[in-house]
């Protein structure tokens, strides 16, 4: 059977991507204030153009104008000087007018909150997004970047990024190092380390260069990364009194302190104080961002005196996380699906969109062909990842593709079933029920499906017995085995929370095939 | 009485000077050359040879500077000009080759004017500087631009061997002598000597033109070390004519043009430090764009290595790669001794390209 994996304690860890976006998002201004800007002057500049008009003369001009930003009339004459004989100008002079004309830079068109390197409609424009052949094309491109532009750390946390993207772990690792050498101290640089480090669970890793950082008590971003990293490890940041004198500076505006008051609030959710906690939270949704607003919503799940409503939160900027959560609670699957996809292409290298997003295609809307191109995207970020792999397996198996299927079984039977967590153990078990069934080894199937259920049993876990029952259940129908009428029942008579909509759609579904067939 | 009556800077045309000039007319603003605020300039000739005077204007200090003390004023600008021409005679005795050269100087006494001096320096006479030769469209006297920055960086050795640092190198004050031919530095005003303290030198400002200046000025950023400073300023300044000569734009307009504004130096409130990594980018990018001004790839290649290791934004990765690395002692400590600034590399390749290019373009 196919679950959503969801992450038992949400933290709020920086989120990835690119740098031209991450500069859109405003997640690299920097409000404290050590300097005026420096005053510039032109007169020189005008002064030699009224002595002299010439193309020289006046490509001078320009560049003094846009260099101190300072207009005049004579940088007006200059400018249709050079436009009236574009043939001695060269695109760069000529751009630089554009930009002096302007005036002021225009800010990123952003639609519909979306801020995404590419955006699709379809599965099919999914699928060819995470095209092998054009995504090596950006890799090799970048790569040649980072060989021409050896000092730059940017491009190779970019590179380190597209790694990443495509599983390649050890050289993802290379390039973030690199650019941690590079640029020690830099919020993007070191952001995007700690989410990759924390992606490959080395947590020791991204709380030492955090660490390292020159001006790391002074900046909120890097605080909050810290504290949140800390959590994760079970241990408590030192950075947290820092963080709250930050908090209470008055020298940052409420979108620079957004995530260190998420990142303090749910210290103090976990640690059970409730006020403070809200205290917090309250703070961090004055001007959220997408990741504080997901995790308010993630804990409003965790605890129902937190409320919130994630689409009252217009201004955030790729909410996607915050919004497939909602709806998926709200049982809205379409939604939910269509947020999922977005918040993978927010995030290409997360498993928690593709293990959401594949969950709802497969296993509510019946769109298996979704759910397995979900699933083999995510594995190109993920490899070894069990719970996709899971998820491929089984929706495969429902799908009666048979060709894929004798693919990846022998991947997910490498798999050392006793190193997983007990929730995990008993999905795989439950999967490896139904392909046995598919392959025809009814006994062996549902011996593993029964095993799964008597597992989920003795961990407690009501959720994961009812959803391996009802799987279960649906198989013995297909099967028309005698023993199907058994687990009807158990389904019949399963009481599911109202929160648990997808069991309950399950329920549903199951319950009007039986009355489907007896009709017939 | 209007100002130019009663000033005698503006009256020296017809005379006859005691070392043995005669002026024979004021230069009116002419196509690309700069006169400066201060001076007065004439065309001037003793015998067959013909020079540019520039007069030292006092009257426009004051025009200049209102408010301010008459002795501070005089005083200023007093040093100034010995210091332009201490500067200037230093050259003279070197017989740098490449850099606008004073033929004479002296001091003129005017009777009836309330300030009778008119102190003078006399240089060899120009053709006007480079922007009045000047076409950025592709492809265009590829060969003459690169004899012209071959002159200037030989000009710039000239300085640095003779502990002159320019500081303000750009394309006003790159002069043309011979119809075109011959390209040299001018204009020593606001330049910075190791042995003679220039007024100036305001605790390490840059002294130049701003709007020219390596990025790190702009974020007010100064190295403290003399020597360091004013060498990797004369060099970011050489790599950022290069790209003007071929694209019109100087490296600090296309640092700035690929930098997102909130970094921009206009806006940044914060260090320079917090800058650097923006700063960096945004400078490949300006070199990338560079390139795609010259058709030829192999030329384009090579001015583009020429120029990223002049115009590196941080000032400590600048200069020959090579000598980056040999600049430092043991200790991690900065050899002062190095050659990472220096231009005999860039002479010689200016040197091999302006040839190939005679060839390849002509």
């Known amino acids: ?239 947290i009194k820092e963080g709250k004198r930050l908090l209470d500076s008055n020298n940052f505006s409420d979108y620079e302190l957004t995530e260190l008051s998420s990142s303090l609030g749910t210290l103090e959710f976990k640690d059970g104080s409730f006020k403070k906690a809200k205290g917090f939270f309250e703070k961090s949704m004055k001007m959220p961002n997408d990741n504080s607003l997901a995790q308010l919503e993630w804990v409003s799940k965790d605890e129902q005196r937190f409320q919130i409503n994630p689409f ?50 497969g296993s509510l809307l019946n769109d298996k062909k979704a759910a397995i191109i979900l699933c083999q995207v995510g594995l190109q970020a993920n490899p070894y990842d069990p719970t996709l792999l899971n998820n491929l397996v089984y929706n495969l198996a429902t799908s009666d593709n048979q060709q894929m299927l004798d693919a990846y079984v022998p991947q997910m039977m490498e798999i050392d079933i006793n190193g997983l967590p007990n929730e995990s153990k008993v999905t795989f078990q439950a999967t490896l029920g139904l392909v046995s069934l598919k392959r025809g080894d009814t006994e062996l199937g549902m011996k593993m499906y029964k095993v799964a259920i008597q597992n989920a049993t003795n961990i407690r876990n009501d959720y994961l017995k009812n959803l391996a029952i009802a799987n279960f259940a649906m198989e013995l129908i297909n099967l028309n085995s005698p023993e199907q009428m058994i687990y009807i029942d158990l389904v019949r008579n399963m009481k599911i929370p109202e929160k648990h909509k997808d069991l309950q759609q399950l329920q549903s579904e199951i319950l009007k095939k039986i009355n489907t067939q007896a009709k017939n | 009485m209007s100002t130019n009556q009663d000033n005698a800077a503006h009256s020296l045309v017809g005379k006859e000077l005691k070392n043995g000039w005669t002026v024979l007319k004021k230069i009116e603003p002419k196509e690309g050359s700069t006169g400066g605020f201060f001076s007065v300039c004439y065309v001037v000739t003793r015998g067959e040879e013909e020079a540019f005077l520039k007069a030292l204007n006092f009257q426009a200090f004051f025009q200049m500077f209102r408010g301010r003390p008459i002795v501070e004023i005089i005083n200023e600008q007093t040093n100034a000009y010995q210091f332009e021409r201490d500067l200037l005679l230093r050259c003279k005795n070197n017989k740098l080759s490449k850099v606008s050269m004073i033929v004479d100087e002296g001091e003129e006494v005017l009777e009836g004017f309330t300030i009778p001096n008119v102190p003078y320096l006399v240089f060899e006479m120009s053709d006007g500087d480079v922007r009045s030769h000047m076409n950025f469209s592709k492809d265009v006297e590829i060969a003459w631009k690169l004899q012209s920055l071959h002159n200037v960086a030989v000009g710039l050795k000239q300085l640095h061997s003779i502990e002159i640092g320019h500081q303000d190198l750009k394309p006003s004050n790159v002069l043309l002598y011979q119809d075109g031919i011959v390209s040299k530095v001018g204009d020593l005003g606001r330049s910075l000597c190791a042995e003679i303290e220039a007024p100036h030198e305001n605790g390490g400002d840059f002294p130049g033109d701003l709007n020219y200046a390596p990025t790190e000025f702009l974020y007010r950023y100064i190295d403290p070390d003399w020597n360091f400073r004013v060498r990797s300023t004369d060099m970011y300044l050489f790599g950022s004519l290069i790209v003007f000569y071929f694209s019109g734009a100087n490296m600090t307009a296309l640092i700035g043009k690929n930098l997102d504004p909130q970094f921009k130096w206009t806006h940044w409130r914060g260090k320079f430090e917090g800058v650097h990594d923006y700063l960096v980018d945004a400078f490949y990018k300006a070199i990338k764009e560079f390139k795609s001004s010259i058709s030829d790839k192999e030329l384009g290649d090579e001015l583009s290595k020429i120029i990223e290791y002049c115009c590196f934004p941080i000032p400590e990765r600048r200069g020959h790669p090579k000598a980056i690395t040999l600049s430092l002692n043991r200790d991690g400590s900065r050899n002062l001794n190095s050659n990472q600034f220096d231009f005999h590399r860039i002479v010689s390749k200016f040197d091999i390209l302006y040839r190939m290019a005679n060839y390849k373009f002509k």
Do not use: C
Not at chain 1, 324 to 337: H, M, P, S, T, V
Not at chain 1, 349 to 355: G, T
């Open chain 1, 1 to 239: 059977m196919a679950v959503i994996y969801e992450i038992k304690e949400r933290r709020v860890i920086p989120n990835w991507r690119d740098f031209k976006r991450t500069l859109q998002l405003g997640e690299l201004s920097q409000s404290n204030k050590s300097a005026e800007p420096i005053i510039l002057n032109i007169d020189r500049s005008i002064e030699d153009w009224k002595q002299g008009k010439n193309i020289g003369t006046a490509a001078d001009l320009i560049n003094s104008a846009f260099v101190s930003g300072i207009q005049s009339s004579e940088v007006k004459q200059a400018i249709e000087f050079i436009k009236s004989d574009q043939q001695k100008a060269s695109s760069s002079l000529l751009d630089l007018i554009k930009l002096i004309e302007l005036d002021s830079p225009t800010p990123p068109v952003i639609s519909n909150n979306s801020l995404l390197e590419i955006d699709v409609d379809t599965v099919n424009e999914f699928q060819s997004f995470i095209n092998n052949k054009s995504f090596h094309k950006v890799i090799n491109k970048t790569k040649n970047r980072t060989k021409n532009e050896l000092r730059n750390p940017i491009i190779w946390v970019e590179l380190a990024r597209l790694y990443t993207m495509r599983g390649h772990e050890h050289k993802a690792e290379n390039a973030i190092l690199t650019a941690l050498h590079i640029a020690p101290n830099n919020r993007f640089v070191l952001r995007s380390a700690t989410r990759f480090f924390i992606h490959k669970e080395k947590f020791d890793k991204a709380l030492f260069y955090l660490r390292k950082a020159e001006g790391l008590k002074d900046d909120p971003w890097l605080i909050s990364a810290h504290i949140a990293t800390s959590s994760i490890m079970g241990r408590f940041s030192p950075l």
């Open chain 1, 312 to 361: 009252q939160f217009d201004k955030v900027i790729n909410p996607f996380e915050a919004r497939a959560l909602e709806l998926y609670e709200r049982g809205n699957w379409k939604d939910a699906f269509y947020n999922s996809i977005k918040w993978f292409l927010d995030m290409p290298f997360s498993k928690r969109p593709a293990l959401l997003g594949s969950y709802i295609a």
